[in-house]
T-cell receptor, first 117, second 109 residues
């Protein structure tokens, strides 16, 4: 069964360092999401791509976070510089196609647990 | 007040018990999702509902659109059901998923 792949699974870094996370969605899925989940809370959307275009990055802290999906397939989320408050689980999800008025299932990857010391 | 509220926050049960987790929301929605998150972090989609009721194995999900309320039921609970169960709604206005904070379920043998 196809899965969303993420790496690394765990990352420990010191504050002010740069970190990067990678996500490979299910083949053929046009929509890709990055979420941040702080311990004890639900996921919060950081950025949504439709193919290679950003369709929503309203909650992305753009002073330190960046995301790209250059060829409309895999994606990278970067934090530079990392801060203590960035410690969280970073989840990637993908969905096949979403047309106006319809919804489809998001498939989540295993996540990257980031600890900033 | 959160737009999606779940209750209870934590739930313990003995194996075999019938379990109910509740979700209330305050926004207009196009769909409601129930998700399962295991300790490792991965999230699995259990149900997507826009009306009525769905059943998959021992899991049943219901939604009452008028009352803005959904329930997830687990019949004959088992220790492997131990996980965090998250309710998420897709806002009709913004088209974004809004997540609840989850219900942590522990089922003991």
């Amino acid at each position: 069964e196809a899965e969303v792949a993420q790496s690394p699974r765990y990352k420990i870094t010191e504050k002010s360092q740069a970190v990067a996370f990678w996500c490979d969605p299910i083949s053929g899925h046009a929509t890709l999401y990055w979420y941040r989940q702080i311990l004890g809370q639900g996921p919060e959307l950081l950025v949504q791509f439709q193919d290679e275009s950003v369709v929503d990055d309203s909650q992305l802290p753009k002073d330190r976070f960046s995301a790209e999906r250059l060829k409309g397939v895999d994606s990278t989320l970067k934090i530079q510089p990392a801060e203590l408050g960035d410690s969280a689980m970073y989840l990637c999800a993908s969905s096949l196609v979403r047309t106006s008025g319809a919804t489809d299932t998001q498939y989540f990857g295993p996540g990257t647990r980031l600890t900033v010391l | 007040k959160n737009e999606v509220e779940q209750s209870p926050q934590n739930l313990t049960a003995q194996e075999g018990e019938f379990i109910t987790i509740n979700c209330s929301y305050s926004v207009g929605i196009s769909a409601l999702h129930w998700l399962q998150q295991h300790p490792g972090g991965g999230i699995v989609s259990l149900f997507m509902l826009s009306s009525g009721k769905k059943k998959h194995g021992r899991l049943i999900a219901t939604i009452n659109i008028q009352e803005k309320h959904s329930s997830l039921h687990i019949t004959a609970s088992h220790p492997r059901d131990s996980a965090v169960y998250i309710c998420a709604v897709r806002s009709y206005n913004t088209d974004k998923l809004i997540f609840g904070t989850g219900t942590r379920l522990q089922v003991f043998p």
